[in-house]
């Protein structure tokens, strides 16, 4: 039977470079958390409140003549950017500070300003307005969002592992959330609640990547009598690894082209994705396992095999 | 080996076909329609249809179809949204009286369809543009007034009961009522517990006074929010039908806030302010006699106040009020019988009527005016924190010339557009909302935005399905086109789940879908790639793929899991449309667990099943 060179083959010794990895990542790391506490994020207007403005122009147009308009409307201190194309501009107001008017008011009086300077060539794509204290809540319910995930998933590995695999995934996903947002921190690039919902997506996706490993690593050390630890974990990284690099693939693929295809509101949330992925697939193989290593994680935790892997009924 | 008995395959290609079946409606385009409903007083008849298909004819207007919807409403498709603008225009034009319009837009499903009850998808606010609100019911004033209208229930009842107090004040949320001696005391609190059973009443001696603390205990107060929340919804949800849109929605979220959803909304100025509005009104007299540029000049007469109209002059008005707000019953808009000019008509209660009927009776041929006053709620950011304020805006909206004597109905003429006859009758109608409402969030997408949304969404998936199809059939070859008629099947199952549980579809809805096609060929991958190792192992072909998809089972489960907690997560702390890709990625997950597993192990078996093999194309 002839068959077909796969990149199945590979022999790599992974977890040599563990702590190399370990010092790289905590660099990182730190660097993420540094920017995270002195920079803080470029926070979209669902955690920050105000009022964002969306213009569809039927001709390009400068920004500075939207500048001018608004200045005559007392807010030159509106942020003006384009949004995807020249024709298509966006204006955020900060929340106000002491002016007595009513948000939707706010909008309105704007827009007919801007839409009689452009001679009625402008279009109104779309208005936010987030109130001050419902930024702060969003801000409240996405941190603890992210908490429960964390709780929610720890209990489940725990419960279908053992600690130190539970203890590994944890710190491989929270390296790789804090990698994430750390870059979202670094490069400024705006953090609104969809980049949230991503954020609990590479969490997931992360997982999902550590507990194939994790399972290849408990089916190895039942069936494979002799060997290291290390020697073991490093097989079963080499083994799935095709799969690994299948599956990145076939999900960047399309992040790629929802990042392409999917318009400016889906950006950042492709983008975190993109990064999730790529970091989630590093810090399952570098982080996940070696933290189960440097755990002390010996054969005889895994040996017991009083029904283990039974508890889901193999295929029907 | 590796065959399905019969009842498997059966069982497989069922979901399969229901799923298809379920998914078939989002084939149909959508129609520009308009969904008629009747006015007020009206109703919808079996001539309706008719005198509407009328209507369009003169007006020469083609129409696609007419049909009867649930509810006793009508809904006219037409083949482009610049008919279905003339339509709507030749409709209030001529039959504006009885019936209501609102654009709207409508699968054009066939009747064997509907019969089964199958829908296409609800598209979200993000894709077929439209308003989203947020409004915030103020409780803390809704508890306010609560104790305001018992410390004057407490005063009138300790008044009748003769019962002597010294002073009665409020505290917060509790009525304190200082009594001269121990004795009145305990009459009083004997009478009031009686009375007031739902209030706490407790009485004390502090600093040598004798007292009794009358509070709202835990359970009334959570009563009187839920009827402010109730209340306002109520009157909502009269504005909202009043304004002629189709599928509003109107629901409560959470303790204290109401969320209103208006698709494909046309003029959100107009709506913003009608929603926000906590207006009531007040009849007054005018004051012929006195000096308005005395009064303007800082010094109303006495029995005066000066208010301006509109337009900005200044008026005077009478202090004496004649009917407030919450003594209206109904107000509607129409025209004036005799002049033909845009008119609000009023309805009044008996107390209102009664009173009303005795100030014209004694001022004929004298003018009144109907005062606007609206609470318009502000948060500003005073030092970071933020602070509500409530302002009083009061406005002289009519002045009108008693020309007779009336009580329980009477109309107000001389506005200047039926337009403005509309918006007046709504504003009466609604009366005094129970507490103040403040907007807090406002999403308002426009319909050229939701359609680009759309058809970026859809490109993005046809981009990210085509690649994933092209590589797994060029890397698995045969399994590679096995998983992807499975990821095609998934893609259906997902949107007739959709379609099935009518959730809603927003644009991270659809990103969870693109998500999902990455994710969903996981499993294909893990199955294969032990089916390779096997291969590579020496087994044959056959305990191969037995073997393959037999161990890669329990690690597909334990993978998806995590996912789905993410997803349920985000689905209990999202708004909006973040829980829209909860949604989507949660069903994604499950079906492709179903088409993954089950559904390629089925094709697999048919297509190997049972034979001899030497190799296999993987």
């Known amino acids: 039977m002839t068959q077909k060179r796969t990149i199945n083959d590979f022999d790599i010794d992974f977890m040599r470079q563990r702590k190399p990895a370990a010092w790289l990542s905590g660099v990182v790391l730190l660097v993420c958390l540094l920017s995270i506490v002195f ?145 979202f921190s670094l490069f400024q690039i705006p953090f609104d609640l969809t980049v949230l919902a991503a954020v609990l997506a590479v969490i997931g996706y992360s997982l999902n990547d ?21 020697g073991i974990i490093n ?34 949330f492709a983008l975190a994705l993109i990064i999730g992925v790529l970091v989630g697939t590093y810090s399952t193989i570098y982080i996940a396992t070696a933290s189960v290593i440097w755990l002390g994680l010996s054969r005889d935790d895994l040996l017991p095999v009083k029904k283990e892997g039974a508890e889901l009924d193999p295929l029907p | 080996m590796n065959r399905y008995p019969l009842w498997k395959n059966l069982l497989i290609l069922g979901v399969i076909l229901a799923g298809l079946l379920l998914a078939w409606p989002n084939l149909y385009s959508q129609d520009p329609s308009i969904e008629i409903t009747a006015a007020r007083g009206h109703e919808i008849s079996e001539a309706s249809p008719g005198e509407i298909k009328a209507a369009l004819e003169n007006a020469k207007v083609p129409l696609k179809g007419i049909e009867s919807l649930e509810g006793g409403k009508l809904l006219a ?77 407490l005063r009138t009842l300790l008044r009748e009961d003769k019962i002597r107090y010294l002073t009665l004040t409020r505290d917060g949320a509790n009525i304190l009522i200082r009594f001269e001696d121990a004795a009145t005391r305990d009459a009083g609190e004997k009478k009031l517990k009686r009375e007031f059973r739902e209030l706490d009443i407790q009485a004390s001696e502090e600093s040598g006074a004798f007292v009794l603390r009358a509070g709202l205990p835990e359970t009334e107060q959570q009563k009187i929010k839920d009827f402010a929340l109730q209340q306002n919804i109520t009157t909502l949800r009269n504005r909202v039908n009043a304004l002629g849109v189709a599928e509003p929605s109107i629901a409560r979220q959470g303790e204290r806030r109401i969320v209103v959803e208006l698709p494909g909304a046309q003029d959100p100025g107009r709506l913003k302010e009608i929603l926000g509005a906590t207006a009531t009104l007040e009849y007054r007299l005018v004051d012929t006699e006195g000096s308005v540029a005395d009064a303007v000049a800082g010094r109303p007469p006495v029995g005066s106040k000066l208010y301006y109209e509109r337009n900005g002059a200044p008026i005077l008005l009478k202090r004496r009020v ?54 318009r709620t502000t948060t500003k950011l005073v030092d970071g924190e933020p602070v509500k304020t409530t302002r009083k805006v009061e406005e002289v909206i009519s002045v009108a010339t008693i020309r007779e004597p009336f009580g329980r109905r009477f109309q107000t003429t ?98 969870g879908i693109v ?53 349920v997560v985000l689905f209990s702390f999202g708004t909006g449309p973040i829980k829209g890709f909860a949604v989507t990625l949660f069903i994604g997950i499950i079906t492709s667990m179903f088409t993954a597993i089950l559904g390629s192990r089925a094709l697999i078996n048919l297509i190997y099943g049972g034979r001899r093999l030497n190799k296999l194309a993987i």
């Open chain 1, 235 to 268: 097989s079963a990284i080499n083994e799935t690894l095709s799969r690994t690099i299948v599956t990145s693939g076939t999900t960047l693929l399309v992040l790629v082209a929802l990042y392409v295809l999917g318009g400016e509101t889906i950006n950042g």
């Open chain 1, 210 to 230: 550590t507990i194939v490993i994790f399972d290849r690593v408990r089916e190895s050390f039942r069936r494979v009598r002799k060997g290291t630890v290390i």
């Open chain 2, 77 to 153: 498709r037409f083949d482009t949204p610049g008919e279905q603008l003339r339509a709507q225009e030749a409709i209030e034009r001529t039959l504006s009286e009885r019936y209501r319009t609102a654009l709207t837009q409508s699968a054009d499903l066939p009747g064997w369809m509907r019969w089964l009850g199958l829908n296409q998808m609800s598209l979200g606010l993000d894709l077929r543009g439209g308003i989203h609100v947020v409004i915030d019911v103020d409780m803390e004033t809704a508890l306010e007034q609560a104790v305001e209208r018992y410390s004057g229930d």
């Open chain 1, 39 to 183: 920079r803080g994020f470029d926070f979209g207007l669902d955690f920050t409140g105000g009022t964002v403005i969306e213009l569809g122009y039927a001709q390009p147009t400068e920004l500075s003549d939207v500048r001018a308009v608004l200045e005559t409307q007392g807010h030159g201190g509106a942020t003006i950017q384009y949004f995807g194309s020249r024709t298509d501009i966006l204006v955020r107001l900060a929340p106000q500070d002491g002016v007595e008017e009513d948000s939707a008011k706010l909008s309105d009086r704007v827009f007919k300003a801007l839409s009689q300077a452009a001679q009625g060539q402008v279009e109104l794509r779309r208005v936010e307005f987030v109130g001050p204290q419902v930024g702060e809540e969003l801000r409240e319910q996405g941190g603890l969002a992210v908490l429960f995930a964390l709780i929610g998933i720890l209990i489940y590995v725990a419960l279908r592992f053992e600690w130190r695999f539970a203890v590994g995934a944890v710190v491989a996903t929270m390296h790789d959330v804090l990698f994430t947002v750390g870059i």
């Open chain 2, 414 to 511: 001389g506005l200047d557009s039926s337009a403005e006859a509309h918006d007046t009758a709504l504003l009466l109608r609604s009366g005094a909302l129970a507490a103040p409402i403040e907007i807090v969030e406002e999403r308002t997408i426009g319909p050229s935005l939701g359609q680009d949304n759309i058809d970026q969404g859809l490109a993005s998936v046809m981009l990210g399905m085509g690649l994933v199809l092209l590589f797994m059939a060029v890397y698995y070859r045969v399994f590679g086109l096995v998983a992807n008629l499975a990821l095609v099947i998934n893609l259906v199952m997902t949107v007739a789940v959709l379609s099935m549980l009518q959730a809603t579809l927003t644009l991270p809805g659809i990103a």
């Open chain 2, 515 to 567: 998500l999902t096609i990455g994710m969903a060929v996981d499993a294909n991958v893990l199955i294969y790639e032990r089916i390779r190792e096997e291969i590579r192992n020496g087994n044959s072909p056959q305990a191969s793929i037995h073997a393959g998809f037999d161990k890669a089972f329990s690690t597909i489960v334990d993978a998806n899991v995590t996912t789905l907690i993410a997803a």
């Open chain 2, 322 to 375: 004649i009917v407030t707000g919450d003594q209206i019953t109904d107000a509607s808009a129409g025209f004036d019988s005799q002049s033909g000019s845009p008119a609000v008509f009023v309805n009044l209660d008996g107390q209102g009527a009664r009173r009303m009927r005795d100030v014209t009776t004694e001022n004929v041929g004298k003018p009144m005016a109907v005062v606007f006053i609206e609470n």
